[in-house]
């Protein structure tokens, strides 16, 4: 990889439909949900992990650009406690009482190519560092109870664990 720049999704001015479309590329490339019954039902996927925080937190969203491409981004919101979410993303309240401590989540995927460079590792300091200036004073992150991608998570101080009904809440103080 060449020079790879983080910028905030916020600030992208030109060939912003262009970086949504390789977001959303990168999105369904990475998702563990590969078949859906109906367009609806794909949009409304991509709408519950993606497009939300986009149009409802993109100061929260940062990309990482190698050569003009979208290799990676992180999707933030600063608190999980939100009602519009909740429709959205109903599992989110069994792990309400959590929030206090770990207030804010992540959504993060990097192109295969890109994994295991560091890209990963850049988003998530960046978002955590953003969160930090804020004094927000934790952030999670839900995966399944078997994903490969917990020793990740572990790495990068995610060390507080809680499995309920398949889900892994994992959990970062800031």
Known sequence: M???LILN????SHNQTEVESQIRDIFFMTSSKKEFHSQKEKEEFEWKYLGFYLKNFPDFSWICVDAN??????L???YSQNEDLYKIQPHLKQFESYFVDYPAHLHIN??????GKGVGKQLIMTLLNQLSEQKIRGVHIMTGTTSLNRHFYLKMGFDREIEHTGILFMGAKL
């Open 2 to 4: 060449s020079k790879a």
């Open 9 to 12: 999704f916020s600030q992208v």
């Open 69 to 74: 491409i979208v290799v990676g981004y992180i």
């Open 76 to 78: 933030g919101i600063p």
């Open 110 to 115: 990097c192109r295969p190519e890109a994994q």
